[in-house]
Nanobody, 127 residues
Framework: QVQLVESGGGLVQTGSSLRLSCAAS????????VGWFRRVPGKEREFVAF????????IYGDSMEGHFTISRDNAKNMVYLQIDTLKPEDTAVYYC????????????????????WGQGTQVTVSS
C-alpha cells in the first residue's frame, strides 16, 4: 500500500504563500486519486481540493478555488497544494489522502473515500 508524507507547513505571516507537498512511498502514486483536507482542533476535517490520477481533473471545496491550487507530478511521485494570500483562518493541519477507487464528484469531497492518509503538516498563519 502507499505511504503518504506531507511537508512544507510552517509559521507564516498573513498574505504570504506556501506550497505543501505530499510525497508517496511504497508504491507509485500514479494509480491514486489524491485529495487534500485540513482540520482545525475541535472541528471536522474540511475538504480543500482533489486531483485525478492524470492531474487533468480537479475539484475544490467551497470558496477554495483561487486561494488553493492542487497539482501533481507523477514522475516525481508528488502532489502539491499551493496556498496563496494566506489568512489566519487557514491555520490548520493539512492532510493529503489517496484512493484507487472509482469516484463521483461528491465522493471525493468526503474523508471516507480515502483509505490512505498522511500524518499531516501544520500551517500557522500569524496576523
Amino acid at each position: 500500500q502507499v505511504q503518504l508524507v506531507e511537508s512544507g507547513g510552517g509559521l507564516v505571516q498573513t498574505g504570504s504563500s506556501l506550497r505543501l507537498s505530499c510525497a508517496a512511498s511504497g508504491r507509485t502514486l500514479t494509480p491514486y486519486a489524491v485529495g487534500w483536507f485540513r482540520r482545525v482542533p475541535g472541528k471536522e476535517r474540511e475538504f480543500v481540493a482533489f486531483v485525478s490520477r492524470s492531474g487533468g481533473f480537479t475539484i475544490y471545496g467551497d470558496s477554495m478555488e483561487g486561494h488553493f491550487t492542487i497539482s501533481r507530478d507523477n514522475a516525481k511521485n508528488m502532489v502539491y497544494l499551493q496556498i496563496d494570500t494566506l489568512k489566519p483562518e487557514d491555520t490548520a493541519v493539512y492532510y493529503c489522502a489517496a484512493s484507487m477507487s472509482s469516484y463521483t464528484t461528491d465522493q471525493v469531497t468526503t474523508p471516507t473515500y480515502y483509505p490512505y492518509w498522511g500524518q499531516g503538516t501544520q500551517v500557522t498563519v500569524s496576523s
